[in-house]
Each structure stands twice: as C-alpha cells, then as structure tokens.
C-alpha cells in the first residue's frame, strides 16, 4: 500500500535558501502540489520519479529535476530511495531553467549536497556557509539541461506497458506481444511511443535498463548480478548494449558518474 507524505512547506520557507535531505520508504509520494519557489530534487539513492501535468521525469542518481516556481507536480518513489531537495526563493532562480528539466549532477554538485546532508546544514547562517550555497547555486546553474533521460506517459495504452516494464525492466515482451495483449496494434503502439515519448519502444526500453543499471551500480551491486536482474544472457551482452546507450562502461560509471547526450 502506497504511503502519502506531507509536503514540508506550503506557504512559506524557513530561509530563502534551503536544503533537506530525506528518506523514503518503498512506494512512496508527496501529494500533488505547487509553491511559489524553486526546487531541485536529488536522490542520493534510488530513483525519483516526478509527475507534472501531463507528463513524467524520472532521474537516477546521476541527474536532478529541476522544479521553477509555481509549478505543480507529485513526488514518488516506486523503490526505497534517499533524497534532497534545494528550495529556492524567486529571486534565487533567475539564473535557472524556466521549465521544468533534469539536469546532469557533476562530482563537485554532489560532493556538496553530500556535505550539507551529513553536516545537516539546512540553511546559511555563517558568511562561509553562505559561500559553500552560492557555488553550489551557481554549479547548478551551470548544469546541462536535458528532457527527461526516460519520459513517462499517462496514455492509457502506454502507461500500463511502461508500468509493467519499469517493474519488471527483465521483461521481453516485443511491442507485438504487447499490443496482443491490449488488444490494439503493433502500429498503434509504436506511433505513440514516437508521439508520447519520443522514442521507439525498443529505445525507451533499452534507456529504462540504463536508469536501472545506474541505481543498481550506485549501490554497489556487481556487473553479472545487474545484467541477470535485467534480463541479460551474459554481462557481456549487458555491457555492449551498455557502452552503445552511454558510451562509455558500467566499470566507469560507478566511479565518474554518467552524463547522457
């Protein structure tokens, strides 16, 4: 059964900067709602997964989703996940996307994230303190920006074969066999991937196995046991789709981070 979570602030901010860092157990969400500043949204592990309207962004640890003012969303997580948010005031957001994007992290953004989070420094109070934000304002506003690495849908043929596979990413259903299933067409299905996501079905798929892969490898699971979970022969198949998505492999993504193109 899913857990609602409170918003932490609805009206107001303790400090027109400010930093929390949380913890969320299994299937969890933060009700639809909307303030009138910035947000930032990091998971330090696991996945985070946002709805606005219409449309999804879903980010593994290597990337944040940028949130403007005034717009509204829900937060959830399918899996356990450990998260922070940076709320920032208006005036804070001017060097900021207007809409809403996932941005890539760099080592130094989540080396000072990391910080706040053990120091539990919610807010500035000391000139030093007041640097260490502004350079991680100012590395935020220079991260690249990016669409959602792996869209979602609220389609009501999509979403239960997104659904379905995000559980189960091993799954190897064709999109003929799924639209069997739906009782639609393979046509059908593929045209609104291309209208919905802006992928093809085997593209989308093979970037949910990278998102998949990019938790898995933060939390230090080995490369063969990854690639069995997602449903791979042998982690040198694994590997190979690997490099082709990212370009670079999963050995060097769990110690320099990955950035998509």
Known sequence: ?????????????PHPVYFRAASLPVAASY????????????AFSGVMELKLAGS?????????IWLPPDLEHRGMNRFEASHCSLYLAPEWCRGLPRTACAMAVSPLMK?????????ELAQPRTSAERRLFRVL??????APAHGSYLPMSDDPLLEPV??????HPEDERSLAEWAQALHTTERTLERRCQQQLGL???????????VKALAMLEQGHAVEAIALDLGYSSASAFIAMFRRMTGTTPDKVRGHGFVAS
Not at 1 to 13: G, H, W
Request: glycine residues 4%; without cysteine; aromatic residues 12%.
């Open 111 to 119: 080396s000072l994230m990391e910080h706040l989070r053990a120091q």
């Open 137 to 142: 304002i100012d590395q935020l506003a220079l």
């Open 1 to 13: 059964m899913a857990k609602q979570l409170q918003v932490p602030f609805t009206s107001k901010l």
């Open 200 to 210: 093809s079905f085997s593209e989308w798929r093979q970037r949910l196995r990278v």
């Open 162 to 167: 997104l659904t379905a596979l995000e559980q």
């Open 56 to 64: 999804h962004y879903l980010a593994p640890p290597q990337y944040g």
């Open 31 to 42: 009700p639809q709602h909307r303030h009138p500043w910035g947000e930032f949204v990091y």
